[in-house]
């Protein structure tokens, strides 16, 4: 794979780019918010997206999946983030599923996964117990149980936790909070007695959820990898997350820049359109060069998992560290170049701008990924 | 050769640079290489056709196709044999190639080819920087010649060069741009004087020229009179498609990379550098440079595919400068004081290198366009923002 979208990508990506045009308009994403929907996102556009083939895009074909690659994922992501469409991809497709994929047995991909690829189900992956992204220090417990165990504590950010049917949960059954060792994922029923959901209505209009684990039982059956293990398997599905992520991130980072972009060319002060001032000329530049390098580490990423490249981590945590700056930037310049306006509800940059916070500071921040990234090359 | 296998042919370049390419060549282009090694590998270089290995063999180039000129540049860069450093192969010459008349052509590009002849750019003055087209050196016709009055700055290697491509106005009524012809002159000649120009990393490359009635021939005007304005701009486009990442200048390149001086000066503590925000500005200059690099093959690959992609040039130039100014601030920042020494006691070549190399880039984001001329570049002719 290389950088720049195969024949294939670029119908896919037309594709996509009209089914969300006429399907998920950005207003669709502000009546889910406004409405204050149960869901908070489509069920019927996402069985459509299944329909299409698209959730099951990274599943093998046994599971129902398309069995393709993080190319065509992210091409899918991309116009998705153009217009918000507040779809499950990183709860169930990229998180969720990735650790089903990864860590379960084959009775748990036949359980779960074929009703994943086909829309009807909704994964959420609860790892998170505090704001800033550190996915070690986990203090929810897990204790053995005869065969199986029982899980004690609270998670909080869970993406899409208030719908989803399982929750993959990360809880430590050794080692103390922080350590990389001692922790295991455990698939648990959204319904399973002592689980408490409550929702959380986020900034960008997706929903969350705090997650109470009152004593609940687990079966052994439904561990995924090894008790103790589970950083290995959190590694490559945090990984592809993010780089799925940053794929999303890039679409709403283009239609930001873009709507911006024309505003500077229509909109009039001092008898003349903004964009002739050589301050809004130099920093909308800056702003191209920036969403061009996030295009290409983005690439870089995808062809790396598909590629099966040894530097996936890497690519990973540099995507996320520019991807991160860049969201701070074209959200911040957005609402600036846009003025009063746009700190109007009102207008749609707003939203671009919350999505983009949103995004930021998901799955680790630009501070986070230099120093991981600094790690990886051995400082 | 064209019609070779290409990996054959590729062989055929390894094994003769295997041949020919002392071991001490090979390591880029530094300033200090020994000299007669250097004049002598140039010298078969040369004849061998592979200083410009994509021009006409008429013209004293290689006759190679585009593909086999590439594996040529391709095995050249990858034992890191130092490149020619010549005006008259990287932006003359394709400029001729395209402007000049048959006769013009056939005078000077076999010179050129065989590194006969030093050139030096005759473009810059004091009052025409990035306003470049607002230069007011004069030319006036007499006769078969035309006279050259003015002055020119920021011409380098003026003092060695034998000959000159210069801007002069020939029509000072017209408009800025409508009024200038692209010329070519010998330099030693009355009324020609150099006076170096030392800068601020010590080195004194660069030369100020001052025209008193200096002569310049009629027929050596290349393109229209009154229309080297682009031919001028054309020229620059070769100039700029020799940075932006891939080739750089060339300066005292630091033998040690960054990361290895970051790691030795700041100190590791547990395998991790022991100053977290020094780790972080680190990695950050790392993961720029990265992404740069990423974004210049996105460019060539979309080339390659015939995608339509939008026009990176001034981007790569810019993102390129101030990558390499912000190396060289690290470096500063992790040598401490230790960085501030000029001569004397304590001054050890490896940290002056560094120094030097500090001050030396402060002028990647001034010539070939400064920052703000590529973002104007960029918002205009990219972003199309009307102005």
């Known amino acids: 794979m290389g950088l720049i979208l195969t024949e294939d990508q670029l119908i896919l990506r037309d594709m996509a780019s009209s089914f969300f045009a006429e399907k998920s308009p950005v207003a669709r994403m502000r009546a889910l918010r406004d409405s204050r929907d149960d869901t908070g996102f489509s069920r019927e556009l996402w069985k459509e997206m299944a329909e299409l083939g698209w959730i099951g895009i990274p599943f ?320 | 050769m064209s019609s070779t296998p290409i990996e054959d042919f590729r062989q055929e370049v390894r094994d003769w640079i295997e041949d020919t390419l002392p071991s001490d060549l090979r390591v880029g282009n530094r300033k200090d290489l020994p000299r007669d090694s250097l004049r002598n590998w140039l010298k078969a270089l040369s004849e061998h056709g592979w200083v410009a290995p994509d021009w006409p063999t008429e013209y004293g180039g290689g006759g190679l196709d585009r593909k086999h000129a590439a594996v040529v540049k391709a095995e050249l860069k990858r034992v890191r044999a130092p490149a020619v450093r010549s005006f008259g192969i990287s932006m003359l010459g394709p400029t001729l190639l395209e402007f000049g008349t048959e006769e013009q052509k056939r005078e000077f590009l076999p010179p050129i080819a065989r590194n006969r002849i030093r050139w030096c750019q005759g473009y810059s003055e004091p009052g025409a920087g990035s306003d470049l087209a607002s230069l007011q050196t004069r030319a006036v016709r007499d006769g078969d010649d035309y006279v050259i009055t003015g002055q020119k700055i920021w011409t380098t290697g003026a003092d060695a060069a034998d000959w000159i491509f210069c801007l002069v106005r020939t029509d000072p009524k017209a408009p800025k741009h409508e009024g200038i012809s692209f010329i070519l002159f010998p330099m030693k000649q009355p009324g020609v004087e150099v006076s170096p120009l030392t800068l601020i990393d010590g080195s004194a490359d660069f030369s100020q020229v001052f025209f008193d009635g200096a002569r310049a021939q009629a027929k050596h005007i290349i393109g229209p009179v009154n229309g080297g304005w682009t031919v001028a701009k054309r020229l620059l486009q070769h100039e700029r498609s020799t940075d932006g990442g891939s080739e750089g200048g060339i300066t005292n390149t630091p033998k040690d990379t960054l990361v290895d001086l970051v790691k030795r000066e700041v100190g590791l503590d547990d395998g991790v550098l022991a100053d977290p925000a020094m780790r972080q500005r680190l990695a950050a200059q790392e993961l720029e440079s990265r992404a740069l690099r990423l974004t210049m093959r996105r460019a060539a690959e979309q080339a390659r595919a015939g995608q339509t992609a939008r026009d990176i040039g001034s981007l790569g130039k810019y993102r390129w400068a101030n990558m390499v100014k912000d190396q060289q601030d690290i470096a500063m920042l992790a040598l401490g004081t230790q960085g501030l020494g000029w001569t004397g006691c304590g001054v050890d070549p490896t940290q002056l290198d560094r120094t030097r190399a500090w001050l030396t880039t402060r002028a990647d984001s001034i010539w070939g366009g400064t920052n703000e001329v590529q973002l104007n570049v960029i918002a205009k002719r990219v972003l199309q923002i009307p102005e």
Do not use: W
């Not at chain 1, 589970?230 to 980072?253: K, P």
């Not at chain 1, 930001?256 to 964009?275: D, H, N, S």
């Not at chain 1, 870089?300 to 991807?323: G, H, L, M, N, Y």
């Open chain 1, 60 to 379: 093998p074909e046994s599971v129902g999946g398309a069995d393709m690659g993080y190319g065509e994922l992210a091409t899918v992501l991309v116009e998705c983030g153009r217009v918000l469409a507040p779809q499950p991809f990183l709860s169930t497709v990229l998180l969720g599923g990735n650790a089903v994929l990864l860590g379960g047995s084959e009775a748990l991909h036949k359980e779960l996964l074929p009703s994943v690829c086909s829309g009807d189900r909704i994964l959420c992956l609860a790892f998170q117990e505090q704001g800033r992204f550190a996915p070690h220090r986990v203090e929810t417990s897990a204790t053995s149980d005869g065969d199986g165990f029982r899980i004690r504590g609270r998670k909080q950010f869970v993406l899409d936790g208030h719908v989803a049917d399982q929750i993959v949960t990360l809880a430590r059954t050794a080692s103390t909070p922080g350590d990389r060792a001692g922790l295991s994922l455990f698939v648990v029923d959204a319904g399973a007695p002592g689980v408490t959901v409550e929702r959380t209505e986020l900034i960008d209009g997706r929903n969350a959820a705090c997650i109470t684990f009152d004593d609940v039982a687990v079966g052994g059956a439904r561990v995924l990898g090894e008790i103790d293990g589970g950083a290995d398997i959190l590694d490559t599905v945090f990984d592809r997350a993010t780089i799925g992520l940053c794929a999303e991130m890039l679409g709403t980072f283009e239609e930001a820049f873009e709507r911006t972009l024309e505003y500077l060319k229509i909109r009039e002060q001092f008898g003349v359109k903004i964009g002739t001032f050589q301050a809004l000329r130099h920093r909308a530049a800056h702003m191209f060069g920036e969403l061009e390098f996030a295009r290409s580490v983005v690439l870089d990423a995808t062809s790396a998992i598909d590629d099966d490249r040894d530097d996936v981590a890497e690519c990973a945590s540099a995507t996320k560290a520019r991807c991160s700056d860049v969201a701070n930037l074209i959200g911040g310049e957005a609402i600036q170049m846009h003025g009063g306006i746009g700190m109007t509800d009102e207008e749609d940059i707003g939203l671009f701008f919350k999505r983009l916070k949103a995004a930021e500071l998901t799955l680790g921040d630009a501070i986070y990924h230099r120093k991981r990234f600094a790690g990886l090359c051995g400082y």
